[in-house]
């Protein structure tokens, strides 16, 4: 290891390796076939090429993108180590030239386009080389539950048995979901005890989630008050991305656009205009921004909340490489929760569109979470959590923490009442008492908690509210075609009043007077949870339709 350092210290400038980086080369160096889980601007690269430096013969590195590889293998040759790639922008010649270099022992790294894979004659080439080392960049891609399944990546095994002796296997990526990491593991072979997870904790960035803002003004304030500096700015949809980019362009930034509806050309001239800060704001969808190194990225922001927690913390990683203060800020709105959703359900994949909804779930859980959102985010990628930070817009937020039990137990109270078998709208719906058809019809205007919360919130606050709820684990998700929410354990303990709920709230609290109608509601809705011989109201009643059910109890609750 002291000739690890030497090396970092020496191509690298350097002095100290990061959490994580000497465990990962050790293991590299020891030939045990390691899976490296980062977050991007982490340090994953130097895991390998340092190795590569240290190993007899020339490591392969597997990578997605070509600008990527353009990029490290430019940077590589300035530090003065010999690497070279091979991709679709070579010339047949070119590739012989390259290959020519590999065999005569000039390179120590070549990085390769996994669809090369897939030609014979070039894992022929491949095949005379001596090859101890194969790093497996952005290695989700190897994974259909990861975010950019690539299907070429599946070829990787063929270089298990290409050489007399399989090279040792480094898999890096910033993705460190359990069944992406299990995928990961089982198509590359690597035991489980050779994972490295670390570092997921940003010091240099703010993390904010802003509930309610109005995004267009906060967008263009945003970038008005932040004049000098540059940033990132990610939507859901393409058509998202040009309304953005026509209002802050209408305003005389510079900026730049980036979605898969416009020509390659176009694509890579406007993510050139960015990088040599000619535009200083990027819009973009999550098209943009993998293996992007652009150091001075002051901030990520999001105008729609994204699908999952992966991608949410590789995008807004995407600030503050170079180390200094950045901000990631995150404009919630409950209606993108619905344009996901439909983004998901295009899918054609049953079993994956149930996967993804509760990804997505967990997504809308951070937006609602009262604690330090970087502590949930290291909770998420299965690290120990820290001290809150002290940066994020939790942490520093000065808005008084409120008792909300008695509203919690109103929609909790009205989620039993409806059987447990309906999605977060119609809750929402019944809550406030709208006079929608479908309520009528299923009879929820006879319910007691039928308008409850009339006037007390507006119905998309009602909405926010459910999904606190949801996010403090007191209403549970069941996913299905239509995703229903059924009230947990411990929302179970919030009826009983063994339990007290508090909210940093935005809205006032209406406090109840005695004779308030919960009271009675609570009471007999007590008298049922204690009373087994009567319908279990914390089942979803799967025997009986609802209709039924209200017809026969029309008057409790
Ligand atoms: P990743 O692939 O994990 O996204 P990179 O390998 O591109 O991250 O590294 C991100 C940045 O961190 C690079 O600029 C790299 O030079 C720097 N870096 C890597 N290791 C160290 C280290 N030990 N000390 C300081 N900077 C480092
Ligand atoms: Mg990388």
């Known amino acids: 290891m002291e000739q690890a350092r030497q090396m970092l210290q020496h191509h690298f400038g350097y002095d100290t390796f990061r959490q994580g980086q000497a465990q990962i080369i050790e293991q590299t160096l020891r030939g045990q076939s390691s899976l490296c889980v980062m977050p991007t601007g982490g340090g994953k690269s130097i895991c390998y090429q340092i190795p590569a430096l240290m190993l007899e013969g020339l490591t392969i590195v597997i990578s997605p993108l070509i600008s990527l590889m353009q990029d490290q293998v430019e940077a590589l040759r300035t530090a003065n180590i010999p690497a070279a790639y091979i991709n679709s922008t070579l010339t047949a010649q070119e590739v012989d030239e390259t290959m020519q270099l590999a065999r005569a022992g000039y390179l120590k790294l070549l990085y390769i386009a996994p669809e090369r894979l897939e030609s014979t004659t ?86 904010s989630v802003l509930i309610g803002e109005n995004k267009e003004r906060y967008v263009k304030n945003y970038v008005q008050q932040n004049k000098q500096e540059v940033g990132i700015i990610y939507a859901a949809t393409r058509k998202a991305v040009d309304a953005i980019y026509d209002v802050l362009s209408r305003s005389g930034e510079a900026v730049a656009k980036y979605h898969a509806g416009l020509s390659e050309s176009l694509r890579m001239a406007e993510q050139e205009r960015f990088l040599k800060d000619e535009a200083r704001i990027m819009v973009a969808t999550n098209a943009f921004g993998m293996g992007i190194d652009k150091s001075n990225v002051r901030f990520v922001l999001h105008y729609q909340m994204p699908r999952n927690m992966e991608s949410y913390y590789q995008e807004a990683g995407r600030a503050g490489r170079d180390g200094l203060p950045s901000a990631c800020i995150l404009l919630y709105a409950s209606g993108d929760v619905q344009t996901q959703r439909f983004l998901i359900e295009q899918s054609q994949d049953e079993a994956r569109i149930t996967q993804e909804l509760a990804k997505l779930q967990t997504m809308v859980d951070y937006c609602h979470t009262e604690g330090c959102l970087q502590n949930a985010i290291l909770a998420y990628f299965g690290e120990v959590e820290e001290e809150p930070c002290g940066r994020c817009s939790n942490c520093i937020d000065g808005r008084a923490v409120t008792d909300v039990t008695e509203d919690a137990q109103k929609v909790l109270a009205c989620v039993v009442r409806m059987g447990q078998k309906f999605g977060k ?114 089942v979803v009643f799967s025997d009986k339709t609802l209709r039924d059910l209200c017809d026969k109890r029309p008057t409790v609750l």
């Open 122 to 207: 070039f894992l022929q080439a491949l095949s005379y080389l001596s090859v101890p080392l194969l790093a497996v960049d952005e290695a989700h891609c190897i994974s259909q539950w990861g975010h950019d399944f690539r299907p070429s990546y599946r070829s990787i095994h063929k270089l298990f048995t290409l050489w007399p002796q399989k090279p040792t296997v480094l898999a890096l990526t910033a993705t460190a979901t359990p069944t992406v990491c299990d995928d990961i593991r089982q198509l590359l072979a690597i035991d489980e005890q050779a994972t490295v997870m670390t570092g997921f904790s940003r010091e240099n960035l703010a993390l």
């Open 425 to 538: 709208t119609m809750v929402a719906q019944v809550l406030i008492g709208s006079k929608n058809q479908k309520i009528a019809e299923f009879g929820f205007a006879r319910l007691s908690t039928y308008g409850i919360l009339k006037g007390q919130y507006a119905s998309k606050d009602v909405s926010n509210f459910i999904e606190f709820l949801i996010a403090e684990g007191l209403l549970a998700v069941k996913h299905g075609t239509f995703p229903t929410i059924y009230v947990s354990a411990e929302g179970k303990e919030v009826l009983l009043g063994n339990r007290q709920v508090m909210r940093k709230e935005a809205v006032t609290v209406k406090k109840l007077v005695d004779n308030d109608p919960l009271f009675e509601h609570l009471r007999v809705l007590r008298k049922e949870i204690a009373d087994e011989e009567k319908v279990p109201p914390f």
